[in-house]
């Protein structure tokens, strides 16, 4: 399972690890062109169901208006056929929970593997956990769940965000 696919931008070095790669399933987060880029390419190429929140589903299946700065360094959004998450998103190892996640954007989504602990938080967490609630980009939820993972002795290292997030370590390691 492949969780986002990176932009478009990066079409070259992107398509030579996603032909090499066995991706039967994509989960995406949510819709800006930094994380769906490449759908359009998987979807034409690989033989992949590709999941995003239901309220993305529609407007997946058209090209993205992008402001003209953000086609221009990020790469643009094309149309790509995607479904809404299940209650469950199974693999032949992990079974991954879809969590709403509003705030980034309404049609965000974090993935939670509870037996291993990993929580893949897309464009929710950027730096700081803190920081990142204020400014509203995560709800309390995903809160909760940190939380959960560090009281049962799980480290950062099982938290997979959109960035290097070495400063999120320093600032919300305590
Ligand atoms: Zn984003």
């Known amino acids: 399972m492949l969780v986002d696919t990176g932009p478009r931008i990066q079409k070259q070095q992107l398509k030579k690890v996603f032909s090499a790669w066995?991706?039967?399933?994509?989960a995406l987060t949510h819709s800006h062109e930094d994380h769906t880029g490449m759908a359009s390419w998987i979807a034409k190429h690989k033989n992949a169901d590709i999941f995003c929140h239901e309220r993305m589903v529609k407007a997946a299946a058209r090209k993205a208006h992008l402001p003209w700065y953000r086609e221009l360094f990020i790469g643009p959004r094309f149309g790509f056929s995607a479904q809404a998450y299940?209650?469950?998103?199974?693999t032949s190892k992990h079974q991954f929970l879809p969590i709403e996640t509003p705030g980034h954007t309404t049609d965000?989504?974090?993935?939670?593997?509870?037996?291993?602990?990993?929580?893949?938080?897309?464009?929710s967490v950027c730096y700081s956990l803190s920081q990142?609630?204020?400014e509203r980009r995560i709800?309390?939820?995903?809160?909760?769940?940190?939380?959960e993972i560090k009281q049962?002795?799980?480290?950062?290292?099982?938290?997979w965000t959109?960035?290097?997030?070495?400063?999120?370590k320093r600032n919300d390691a305590s």
């Open 152 to 159: 049962i002795g799980l480290s950062n290292d099982f938290l």
């Open 132 to 134: 990142s609630i204020y």
């Open 108 to 123: 965000h989504i974090c993935l939670f593997e509870p037996d291993k602990g990993w929580l893949f938080t897309g464009g």
């Open 162 to 168: 959109c960035r290097n997030d070495n400063e999120w």
């Open 86 to 90: 299940p209650n469950v998103l199974q």
């Open 22 to 26: 066995n991706v039967q399933q994509v």
């Open 139 to 147: 709800d309390i939820r995903l809160y909760s769940i940190h939380t």
